[in-house]
């Protein structure tokens, strides 16, 4: 089994700040791409922020400049930091890892649970 286990969540500020964590556990022989997405009441869940094994990034226009997303291949971790926060990034965050179980099996998606984000004017 594998587990995506996501903290960080809660209520701040407008233009305030938090850090989201995303680890991943269980049987795992390799992880390809981590990301964090997004769905908000009534919305379409979106790509909000993704890193390659290569570290290579990929934000949505409307957080770029204000999210920063990072990974720590040793702890099968990925992190997001938001700053600027405005009260359109409210939704429940949810963590993504594609991800092989061993070194002959495909690659799959694996989803967290969700954490909720929200941003009070």
């Known amino acids: 089994q594998v587990q995506l286990v996501e903290s960080g969540g809660g209520l701040v500020q407008a233009g305030g700040s938090l850090r989201l964590s995303c680890a991943a556990s269980?049987?795992?022989?390799?992880?390809?791409?981590m990301g964090w997405y997004r769905q908000a009441p009534g919305k379409q869940r979106e790509l909000v922020a993704a890193?390659?094994?290569?570290?290579?990034?990929n934000y949505a226009d409307s957080v770029k400049g204000r999210f920063t997303i990072s990974r720590d291949n040793a702890k099968n971790t990925v992190y997001l930091q938001m700053d600027s926060l405005k009260p359109e990034d409210t939704a429940v965050y949810y963590c993504?890892?594609?991800?092989?179980?061993?070194?002959?099996?495909?690659?799959?998606?694996?989803w967290g649970q969700g954490t909720q984000v929200t941003v009070s004017s």
């Open positions: 890193i390659s094994s290569g570290a290579g990034t």
């Open positions: 269980g049987r795992i022989f390799s992880i390809n791409s």
């Open positions: 993504n890892a594609v991800l092989r179980r061993t070194w002959y099996g495909s690659e799959y998606d694996y």
